[in-house]
C-alpha cells in the first residue's frame, strides 16, 4: 500500500486567521471609515443608511486623522465630506436626527479645543514625560494664522454685505486663533506670536460674493473661498507630520497607536472649515480637494 504525503498541520478555517487578527487604532479607524464612507455614496442603499453612515464616517474620519501618521489632510477632508452629506440628507428625511447642526453656523464644541491646552502644557508633569509632542508649537500657530487671516476677511467681507459673512463668524475665528497661540506659548514660551493687524488679501476679496480659487482654479463664492483656504492651510501644518510615529497600519499608514484628543481636536477644526465651506457653495468632490 502506497502512503500519500501531505502535510499534518491543522486544515485552515476559512476566515479564521482574519478575525482572530488584531488591529491598531489607525487600522481600525480607517477600515470602519472607508466602509461608512461607501455607503454614504451609495445611491441605492436606502437614505435612513445612508445618513446614519455619514454620522460614523464623519466621527471615524477624524479617528482617522488624529490617530494615522500623515493622514491628517484626508481624514479630516474625508470627514467634512461625510458631514456635508448628512447635513444634506437629513434634508431629504421626514424623521431623523434633528439636532444635527447647520455646517454654516461655526459650531465647534466650545470644549473641543480645551484638549490642546491641557496636552500642550509643558508645566503638567505627564506632559513632561512623553518623547514626542502630538502637536508641535509650529502647528499650532500655522493654524492660528490662518484663522485670523480668515477672521479679517470675513469682518472685510461682512461690512461690504457678502452672502455668509458676518462680524460673529469673524469672531469665531479670531477667537480661535486665540486659542491657538495661546496653546503654542503653553507648549513653548519662545513661540512669537504671528498674527497681523492686515493680511495683503485685496484679490481675494475685489469681488464679495464670488471668486475664483487660485489653488484649483474653480469659481466660487468668495465666503467659501476663504473657508475652504483656512482649512487648506490648517492641514498644511501638517504636511510633514513629523510629530506622528508609529508603524506600518491600514493601507501603507503608520498607526500612532491612539487617538490623540489633542490632534483630534485639530483635525475636527479643519473639518468644520472645511465643511462650512462646502456649505457656503464650495465643491465637495474629490475633484475639488484632492490634486
Not at 469673524?170 to 493680511?199: C, E, F, G, N
Request: proline residues 4%; charged residues 20%.
Amino acid at each position: 500500500m502506497t502512503a500519500i504525503a501531505g502535510g499534518c498541520g491543522m486544515p485552515r478555517v476559512d476566515g479564521a486567521a482574519e478575525s482572530q487578527q488584531t488591529f491598531s487604532a489607525c487600522e481600525s479607524a480607517f477600515y470602519a471609515a472607508s466602509a461608512h464612507h461607501d455607503t454614504v455614496f451609495a445611491a441605492a442603499a436606502p437614505l435612513i443608511e445612508r445618513y446614519f453612515a455619514a454620522r460614523s464616517a464623519e466621527s471615524e474620519w477624524l479617528d482617522v486623522a488624529a490617530g494615522c501618521e500623515n493622514r491628517m489632510q484626508e481624514g479630516a477632508l474625508r470627514s467634512a465630506q461625510a458631514g456635508i452629506a448628512a447635513w444634506r440628507l437629513v434634508q431629504r428625511l421626514d424623521s431623523a436626527d434633528d439636532d444635527y447642526p447647520d455646517p454654516s453656523s461655526d459650531a465647534i464644541d466650545a470644549t473641543a479645543l480645551s484638549a490642546l491646552s491641557t496636552q500642550s502644557d509643558r508645566s503638567n508633569p505627564s506632559n513632561q514625560s512623553q518623547n514626542v509632542a502630538a502637536v508641535a508649537p509650529k502647528q499650532l500657530t500655522t493654524m492660528s494664522l490662518a484663522e485670523d487671516r480668515a477672521g479679517f476677511a470675513l469682518e472685510l467681507l461682512a461690512a461690504r454685505g457678502a452672502s455668509g459673512a458676518s462680524l460673529t463668524l469673524s469672531d469665531h475665528h479670531k477667537t480661535t486663533a486665540q486659542q491657538l497661540i495661546s496653546a503654542a506659548q503653553k507648549a513653548d514660551h519662545t513661540v512669537s506670536d504671528p498674527r497681523q493687524k492686515v493680511y495683503a488679501i485685496d484679490q481675494l476679496i475685489a469681488d464679495p460674493d464670488s471668486a475664483i480659487d487660485p489653488a484649483t482654479g474653480l469659481h466660487a463664492p468668495t465666503t467659501a473661498i476663504i473657508e475652504i483656504d483656512c482649512a487648506r492651510e490648517e492641514l498644511g501644518a501638517f504636511a510633514d507630520d513629523s510629530t506622528a510615529t508609529g508603524t506600518d497600519g491600514a493601507s501603507g499608514a503608520a498607526a500612532l497607536g491612539t487617538v490623540d484628543p489633542a490632534r483630534r481636536a485639530l483635525a475636527l477644526l479643519a473639518a468644520t472649515r472645511a465643511k462650512q465651506a462646502f456649505a457656503l457653495g464650495y465643491p465637495s468632490g474629490d475633484y475639488a480637494l484632492f490634486r
